[in-house]
Nanobody, 122 residues
Framework: QVQLVESGGGLVQAGGSLRLSCAAS????????MGWYRQAPGKQRELVAS???????NYADSVKGRFTISRDNAKNTVYLQVYSLKPEDTAVYYC????????????????WGQGTQVTVSS
């Protein structure tokens, strides 16, 4: 149906940076909002950043000024550029997309990536 494949996670030192990517594929007619969530050990999953099809963005207070979300609609891909990483940023980062699924009668549904681990050492 629709798959989200993430990449770019890894181990970095505090103050470092990463660029996460998430590419959507499958029976896609169009993609509405996309976003990044994260879940740290022992904590609930939280929204990190989101972006609409019109490139309007929203960020969690904890990452404002350090993280940047962007998307390439032609490639069905969303990115998360992260700077000045802190140990508390350590988590599994998940991609999310609201997709209009291509069908005889297209419909909207939500899809999640498999998650990519980001570990920040102090």
């Amino acid at each position: 149906q629709v798959q989200l494949v993430e990449s770019g996670g890894g181990l970095v030192q505090a103050g470092g940076s990463l660029r996460l990517s998430c590419a959507a594929s499958g029976s896609i007619f169009s993609i509405n909002a996309m976003g990044w969530y994260r879940q740290a050990p022992g904590k609930q999953r939280e929204l990190v950043a989101s972006i609409t099809s019109g490139h309007s963005t929203n960020y969690a207070d904890s990452v404002k000024g350090r993280f940047t979300i962007s998307r390439d609609n032609a490639k069905n891909t969303v990115y998360l550029q992260v700077y000045s990483l802190k140990p508390e940023d350590t988590a599994v980062y998940y991609c999310h997309a609201s997709v209009v699924v291509a069908n005889f009668k297209p419909y909207e549904d939500d899809f999640w990536g498999q998650g990519t681990q980001v570990t920040v050492s102090s």
